[in-house]
């Protein structure tokens, strides 16, 4: 394969790479968006998968070829994505293996029936061998940097051994955990910048989101009113109006009242659109339920994938986030949006309560 390499306009300085903590972690990616991702133009070796800084990885997968060198082995693992070459350097234990009579006729050492600590050094180095040997069709787990030789993407492995995994527990749990770092770390591109995050570049709005966040997660709210929260946000407004008086002639527009309720309402309807909260029942008291507190929906939402995943439809694959949210507005409320859904379902799968068997679909233990 040819290296593909990122335009140096759009790559990020590499003074700020240290920033990112998937740089100096080993990452556990899928083997085709390793042959896929991007070189760097500024230090060859480092490479870039959605503006991450990545230059070691960590793969499980079965062995489809090996080459055995004097000096190293050459696995050719497949983790169902794609294919990737691994370099896996002989230490001195296994060049040793060449060399059996070296340490012949020392096993009488030791008192008869008592400990014997030659034998059991032998046992030892057995042990590393045969974790190190590999045949086609078994797996592999490899931890290194990333290289192109001869323009082939291939991994240098730092660390590799085989896995037995006869009732395929560890292959499982890594297929569980991968699509939750894709979520959660490595398909949300990183900002860089120091400034990004800096108060002043923050709008009155993401402010007001975040006031009534941390006031809904500290007071521990299940349930509230506009009003409620309508004093949390006056400080917003107030001090907005008093950086623009500074800067302009006054003008006529709206009141601080009125602000301060376009704001509520604008930072109500942001935290729908998040999940955060929903109105259960649509009326003229205006009443919001925080979805993270409402124990009711927890229930429903894990009856409802307990009951249909027994039926023989969703047996295997399990229900789809589609059809839990069908059942949920017909059983618990019209008014739960897909947003709240989807919160909901991480908050269980996080507590073991379901699991997810592939993208969007979702049964119980």
């Known amino acids: 394969m040819q290296a593909a390499t990122m335009d140096p306009a759009e790559e990020p300085p590499s003074l700020l790479w240290g920033m990112d903590p998937v ?74 293996e060449a060399d059996p009579g070296k340490s012949a006729g020392k096993d009488s050492d030791g008192a008869p029936g008592g400990f014997n600590p030659v034998a059991e050094l032998k046992k030892l180095k057995q042990a590393q061998q045969s974790r190190c040997h590999l045949e086609i069709g078994e797996l592999l787990r490899v931890r290194g940097p990333v290289k192109t030789s001869r323009q082939q993407r291939e991994i240098m492995a730092s660390t590799f051994y085989k896995v037995d995994d006869p009732v395929m527990a560890v292959q499982i749990a890594w297929m569980m955990e991968v699509p939750q770092l894709y979520r959660q770390c490595y398909d949300k591109p990183l900002q860089l910048q120091p400034d990004a995050t800096s108060d002043s570049a923050i709008s009155p709005l993401g402010k007001a989101t975040n006031i009534i966040k941390d006031f809904l997660k500290q007071r521990s709210v299940t349930k509230f009113r506009p009003y409620d929260v309508l004093e949390l946000l006056e400080p917003l407004i107030s001090s907005h109006g008093q950086a623009a008086s500074a800067d302009q002639e006054p003008v006529a527009g709206p009141s601080a009242c009125q602000q301060l309720r376009q704001l509520l309402k604008e930072t109500l309807q942001l935290l729908q659109d998040e999940g955060v909260v929903y109105r259960k029942v649509r009326s003229q008291d205006e009443v919001y339920n925080v979805t993270i507190q409402d124990k009711d929906l927890f229930i429903a939402v894990k009856d409802i994938i307990t009951v249909d995943s027994k039926i023989e439809k969703y047996a295997e694959k399990g229900c789809h986030i589609l059809h839990i949210l069908t059942a949920v507005r017909h059983r618990y409320s019209l008014n739960v949006s897909k947003a709240v859904l989807e919160l909901v379902l991480k908050s269980l799968e996080c507590n073991s309560d379901i699991v997810s068997t592939r993208d969007n679909y979702y049964t119980v233990f």
């Open 23 to 96: 740089f100096s972690a080993f990452a556990r990616l899928y083997i085709k968006d390793i042959l896929q991702m991007t070189e760097s133009i500024q230090v060859p070796g480092i490479y870039f998968y959605n503006f991450h800084p990545i230059y070691k990885v960590d793969v499980l997968g079965t062995v489809v070829y090996k080459r055995e060198r004097e000096k190293f082995f050459c696995y050719g693992v497949d983790d169902g994505t794609g294919v990737i070459n691994c370099l896996c350097w002989k230490n001195d234990l296994l060049k040793e």
